[in-house]
Nanobody, 124 residues
């Protein structure tokens, strides 16, 4: 069993930055792929990006975040980060991290574990 806890959300002005963290407990994340999702008000949850825990390779699905968001991991702390720069009001959402028991994250398969989410609000 893996427990995921996100942190780092908050209120920021457009153009600002936030760094989200997702810390896992219960077991080490080697052999897992980690994903970040977000859900804006009245919208469905959407996949944002992923990272392979073992290799560190990353993937960004949304063109709107490419070049602004960066996924990374800290093996020593069993933590995944989502660095968000040049934030826009349309980035406002609850951000979730997720884990899959596989090498590369496949959004179509859903997640084996979810965090509780952290609110990000970007004001204009």
């Amino acid at each position: 069993q893996v427990q995921l806890v996100e942190s780092g959300g908050g209120l920021v002005q457009a153009g600002g930055s936030l760094r989200l963290s997702c810390t896992a407990s219960g077991r080490a994340l080697s052999g897992y792929a980690m994903g970040w999702y977000r859900q804006a008000p009245l919208k469905e949850r959407e996949f944002v990006a992923s990272i392979n825990w073992s290799t560190g390779s990353t993937y960004y699905l949304l063109n709107s975040v490419k070049g602004r968001f960066t996924v990374s991991r800290d093996n020593t702390k069993n933590t995944v980060h989502l660095q968000m720069d040049s934030l826009k009001p349309e980035d406002t959402a609850v951000y979730y991290c997720a884990a899959q028991r596989r090498t590369y994250y496949l959004p179509s398969l859903g997640a084996d574990y979810w965090g509780q989410g952290t609110q990000v609000t970007v004001s204009s």
